[in-house]
């Protein structure tokens, strides 16, 4: 049997991993078979996100960093849903090679790792929604581990690349993958420097680099998480079940607000494969709006609507007397 690696060698490691997400020296697949536990090492990214916003205590605050925090929430939800989730995720449209690595370094200000690592994840979800091997459902692992539990485990760390053959093909998206770190870190200076330039050239805002890389950059980001963690979480525990899907997936107004379109998480295990997830035009989609906007640039195109016979099986069983509860069943049995 071989020997495991010592503790300086693990510390190395993960170290490496920061900079360069592809190193592996386990072995992916060694990875991939390990179980489901918290790495405390992969913790420290999160506790420094989430310590960094106590900055505010501080730096203070200004109405433009408030303003800046709550722009940057939305406009990278948007990166998450719109970028991450409906394009890299499904291809619910298209877009040139030079859009896409457009849209590539937009998602990577979002600081949810790169676009081929949050694809293969996702389309693994999709194929084991609510099963045992799905990597953060609430059903089998409970709410915490679905929210933040499951990004810490070594198992989840690696790119899957058998799961994203078609994004393998850009050697530009496989680097923007394995270095992650490089568009968050380009984006937190950014940010500083526009705080440090506003403290020099407009003084009356109240504004400073600090103040601005705490709000703009850590609060902003710690509630995009969040945000994005509750699809995750609370999108299969909270809400109606309009489709009899096979796993607890639900529709929910109120994530529908926070993540821009994505509540409506049960339409969209019905039917991944369409550019928007409200199905119906009273179920608000922000994110299918804002594509709508891009589309006009000419940056993507190729919209996929939902078919005709999904939206007539909708309509028959909403509202729903279906309260699945096959998961659980299956557990009982
Ligand atoms: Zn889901
Ligand atoms: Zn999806």
Redesign the pocket.
Known sequence: MPKPPSRLRRIATALVQWIDADHCPEGRDKLLEKPDKVDWVRVIPFATLHFGCLGAIWVGWSPFAVVLAIALYFVRMFAVTGIYHRYFSHKTYSTSRVGQFFLALWGGTAVQRGPLWWAGHHRH?HRH?DDEHDAHSPVVHGFLWSHIGWITSKRNFPTDYSQIKDLTKYPELVFLNRFDLIVPLIFALGIYGLGAGLEAWAPGLGVTGPQLLIWGFFISTTALFHGTAC?NSM??LMGKRRFKTD?D?RNSFILSIICLGEGW?NNH?RYQSSTRNGFYWWEIDPTYYGLKLLAWTGLIWGFKAVPQTVLEEGRRTDPPELKVERTRAAQSS
């Open positions: 979800h929604s699809i999108a299969h796993d997936s998480h295990h």
